[in-house]
């Protein structure tokens, strides 16, 4: 027999201490999706979210329901970034862009180089030097 979930959401309910057939109120959703009630609401409305509906009229949830509409709404965004990465081109940057990006003086720059504290620099050609734009972009996210 197969496996009912996928591994990914199995792990993901290991880690959160959520059992994938652990029923939770909608109350208890709305905690759990950390939004407002109205909004848990909303989405049952929509049919957005996976629910059980009780004899009662009550309305339940299995915690597996909860992370798959939670997987659906965070990979998404994380698929988006990482295209939009791929989309940022590498380039090299000289002397000049590389001081006005980073307020530093060149004579500065060579001291922090030298003593590890800024990005190395990359030959270019035999008399010519410059900076990765990664290493530059990721040294000043760091700073």
């Known amino acids: ?16 201490g959520l059992g994938l057939y652990q029923r939770l109120s909608t109350q208890e959703a709305s905690l759990f999706l950390r939004c407002p009630l109205k909004t848990v609401e909303q989405l049952i409305a929509q049919n957005k979210i996976g629910y059980i509906s009780l004899p009662n009229a009550d309305i ?11 997987l659906e709404h965070v990979n998404e965004p994380v698929k988006q970034a990482k295209q939009s990465q791929n989309t940022h081109q590498e380039r090299i940057l000289r002397l000049e862009e590389v001081t006005q990006m980073v307020g ?31 290493d530059i972009e990721n040294w000043m996210k760091n700073r």
């Open 1 to 16: 027999m197969g496996q009912a979930f996928s591994p990914q959401l199995c792990e993901i309910s290991d880690t959160m």
């Open 60 to 70: 339940e949830f299995f915690g597996y329901m909860l992370l798959e509409y939670m």
């Open 104 to 134: 530093l003086s060149r004579t500065t720059l060579w001291r922090m180089e030298r003593k590890g504290e800024f990005p190395s620099r990359v030959p270019i050609s035999s008399r010519s030097v410059g900076w990765r734009s990664v």
